[in-house]
């Protein structure tokens, strides 16, 4: 039974399954926006949605590209969805671009990475979990993802980056940086 088990494992991982290639990674393109204000950064606590993938995690706000967007539009829309506030695309500091390869289940995530200090409205009640401004020198002590650890202090470098981080399971493998 375990050399069944081994030859399935070591099938799958150059590709095949049961005798069949496998499909290639399907890609998701994402923004993630994060907002500050007075010394604090606007953090959603993902506790509402069933299956999330980030469920228990704090994050920023954003979301899946959806066809003919361009990073800045998904980013304006999904603030405004997420948290009822409104920003100026024109007025957002892009900081980077992290390729998550396989994040999910044959699913490649690439997404673009976004701060905003220009924004208007009130806080809603958001359908994806709870808003809170959290001090800045405290959102690296929230339950966030491993990975957002090291871009926060790549975000404060202010230079532009490129990286592409592995997970397994929900634990950080390895990354990869340029700074340009």
Not at 54 to 61: D, I
Request: glycine fraction near 8%; charge should be negative.
């Amino acid at each position: 039974m375990k050399e069944i088990e081994k030859i399935e494992e070591n099938s799958l991982k150059n590709g095949y399954q049961n005798g069949n290639i496998m499909p290639k990674p399907k890609v998701i393109q994402a923004v993630l926006c994060y907002l500050k204000r007075d010394g604090k950064t606007l953090m959603l606590h993902r506790n509402k949605k069933p299956n999330d993938i980030h469920a228990g995690k704090w994050n920023g706000l954003g979301g899946k590209i959806e066809q003919g967007e361009m990073p800045e539009d998904t980013v304006q829309r999904e603030v405004f969805e997420e948290s009822g506030l409104k920003l100026d695309k024109t007025k957002l500091s892009f900081h980077g671009m992290i390729s998550f390869p396989n994040f999910s289940l044959h699913t490649d995530w690439y997404v673009y990475l976004y701060t905003a200090r220009d924004f208007t409205g009130a806080v809603i009640e958001s359908d994806e979990g709870e808003l809170a401004w959290i001090e800045d020198d405290k959102v690296l002590q929230l339950h966030i993802w491993e990975g957002d650890m090291l871009f926060f202090s790549w975000i404060e470098k202010r230079h532009f980056f490129s990286a592409k981080m592995i997970y397994s399971m929900g634990k950080l493998l390895s990354h990869e940086v340029y700074f340009y």
